[in-house]
């Protein structure tokens, strides 16, 4: 029986702009499932980390969520009152980014960082948060986790600092771990030490991952579903086989046929034509018409519609539907 | 290890930075950055040197273009030895080797214009014999790197990150250069830009013969474009041969452990294998005996002790006891 810890339903978040609100999430419609780990996946600027700090009511003024409904384990997002909101944050869902220095407070200790992190959800004295604080750190992975618990962010390196952030994300078992690029400003040998220590978490506590990422391969290295965004909305969702070994969408295509790693040396990439277009530039109907290889006469006009290729396979493409629903 | 057609020659470059402390700023230690690498790259062709975060393959770059100061080795640029010209022969040389960085609006001057940025350095080489015939020449180079001449005008912050990046790529064929050092000149890029930039840079090398030194971490774009590989850990080439060679068959542990780490976008497959462990040591304080057995999964007792050559391995060299 699946449970969903995350239902995201017509989400729109804005900011002001000189001719009226501009759109960065536009309509989106997402769920995630107990112990599950979803992607949102897209390139800068799509509104994939705006799409995450919507969740926890976090879009940075003067921007704010114009529409639509988030419950998180069952708690109306939109309409808690803030100290509500405060306990939801970090117990029922914890989020990490891509640069754990600006997370973590440069003049006191990492412990005592996560130290305070737990007593502000739990009434536990600090001997006791210490001591959990140290199990934390050597459940992430920490080398002689008591001793680091006195270092300060600064004398640690960039993987030692994401862990850090792990542990203090995990201090109060949240049911889902919001990641935002958590790996893309750490090397490859980090990178994957990371990305094993959250495979291992993920299936030791079973709490759901919302993982978002530029990177199609993090995706196939430890997402179950994926959604793509382009031009602040959805374009394809659907499992991970699905997305990266049948995608549908002319942008999810394109996106993996750019990618040097699928790519046969000797011959030129297939590139994605121009640049995403600006919001004031964006089309009417589909955003992806002006740089799409197959677009037809309708698709710059009208949006097109969610269609079901399969129960879990879902896009957004006129063309796509015509040859599927002719 | 000299061959027919070498038009870089790197033997034993060592360039290391004092850590200077106290008021007297005496020298307390050095970072050992480059130390000891020696490569070359066969004209018209691509090198690739590779590495993880403060392995030196930077500082490789710039101590080429003494843009800093190599205290030891040869850097031999077509039979001369660069790293024994003075300043001034040097200024004339760097006509030839152009570099391109990561971050393309550090490297362009915001308050000049794109046709000034780009014929600034046609002007100090004596490229063009008029202002008017420079411009025409700026043209030229914007439609080869795919942009519109029209835009020459422009500032470089009315311009895309991926535009900015053919930018900086027109200003360093502007000189008309037979090396150019591309340092992760597309790692900053999204993966639909960076497809475009890469096949340019394609296009680029087979007309007009172009040799390329290319400094970057990602190892995808490695196999995809490079024909030779350097792997550097720790100021040092622990690997090198040929691409194909370095992926399918590679010799040291560090490159098999970094190949490993590097996430797959097979649906049918998922990296699951030996990871190299804990995080790279400073370089101020290597590890004694081979530089990598501190994270090693097959090191063994006379690792710790003895530092090993850059072994002759079946198409390259291996700096490790297992290979020698």
């Known amino acids: 029986m699946s449970e969903r810890v995350l239902e995201v339903r017509n989400l729109q978040t804005a900011f002001p702009g000189p001719a009226g609100p501009i759109p960065v999430v536009d309509g989106v419609t997402l769920h995630v499932e107990r112990g599950e780990v979803l992607a949102l996946v897209g390139e800068s600027g799509c509104g994939k980390s705006m799409t995450a700090f919507s969740l926890l009511r976090l879009v940075p003024k003067p921007g704010r969520v114009t529409r639509g409904s988030v419950r998180l384990d069952g708690h109306d997002v939109l309409a808690l009152s803030v100290p509500e909101l405060r306990a939801i944050r970090g117990r029922d869902a914890a989020m990490i980014f891509q640069e754990p220095m600006t997370s973590l407070n440069p003049v006191q200790t990492v412990g005592v960082q996560v130290v305070e992190a737990i007593r502000l959800h739990e009434r536990v004295s600090k001997a006791a948060a210490r001591s959990r604080t140290v199990a934390l750190f050597e459940r992430v992975g920490i080398p002689d986790p008591g001793a680091r618990f006195d270092a300060y962010p600064h004398q640690l390196s960039g993987g030692m600092k994401q862990r850090v952030m792990i542990a203090m994300a995990l201090s109060s078992q949240p049911k889902l771990l919001i990641a935002d690029e958590p790996t893309t400003a750490l090397d490859v040998t980090i990178q994957a030490q990371i990305l094993d220590l959250l495979r291992e978490l993920q299936r030791e506590t079973g709490m759901a991952i919302l993982l978002i990422t530029h990177d199609l391969a993090i995706v196939n290295e430890l997402a179950d579903r994926v959604a793509v965004m382009y031009a602040a909305r959805l374009v394809e969702e659907g499992t991970r086989e699905a997305i990266l070994g049948d995608a549908r969408h002319p942008y999810t295509r394109g996106l993996l046929s750019s990618m040097p790693a699928l790519a046969r040396r000797g011959e030129p990439l297939t590139e994605i034509p121009g640049t995403v277009p600006a919001p004031e530039e964006w089309p009417r109907g589909c955003r992806f018409a002006s740089r799409c290889p197959r677009a037809i006469e309708r698709c710059p006009l009208e949006p097109p519609g969610e269609f079901a290729l399969a129960d879990d396979h879902l896009v957004r493409c006129h063309v796509v539907q015509q040859e599927e629903a002719p | ?324």
């Open chain 2, 1 to 324: 290890m000299s061959g027919p057609g070498a038009l870089l020659r790197v033997e034993g470059l060592r360039t290391w930075f004092p850590i200077r402390r106290g008021m007297l700023q005496h020298t307390v230690g050095w970072v050992r950055a480059v130390d000891d690498v020696s490569f070359e790259v066969v004209s018209g062709r691509t090198l690739a040197l590779v590495g993880e975060s403060g392995c030196g393959k930077t500082t490789v770059g710039l101590s080429i273009l003494r843009l800093v100061d190599p205290q030891a080795g040869r850097v031999l640029f077509d039979g001369d030895d660069l790293a024994a010209l003075s300043d001034q022969e040097m200024r004339a040389r760097r006509r030839a080797i152009q570099i391109v960085f990561q971050d393309p609006l550090g490297s362009l001057d915001p308050r000049m214009r794109v046709r000034d940025a780009i014929a600034e350095g046609m002007q100090s080489f004596g490229i063009g014999a008029s202002e008017s015939e420079r411009t025409d020449r700026v043209a030229a180079l914007l439609e080869r790197v795919q942009l519109d001449p029209r835009q020459m005008w422009r500032y470089p912050h009315e311009f895309s990150g991926g535009q900015r990046q053919r930018l900086c790529i027109a200003r360093a064929l502007a000189v008309e250069p037979r090396l150019v050092i591309c340092d992760e000149a597309v790692s900053a890029l999204d993966v639909s830009i960076q497809a475009q930039i890469l096949n340019l840079l394609g296009e680029l090398q087979e007309d007009l013969g172009l040799t390329y030194l290319f400094i970057t971490h990602d190892l995808s774009v490695v196999r995809y474009l490079a024909d030779e590989v350097a792997v550097m850990y720790l100021g040092q080439i622990v690997e090198q041969g040929g691409t194909e060679r370095i992926f399918e068959a590679p010799q040291h542990p560090y490159t098999r452990g970094l190949l490993a780490a590097v996430p797959s976008a097979d649906p049918q497959r998922r990296s699951t294998a030996v990871r190299v462990l804990g995080d790279v040591p400073s370089p101020a304080n290597p590890p004694a005996g081979c530089r990598f057995h501190t994270r090693c999964p097959e090191a063994f007792d006379r690792c710790s002790e003895e530092a090993p050559d850059l072994f002759t391995v079946e198409g390259g060299r291996s700096r490790c006891f297992l290979s020698g």
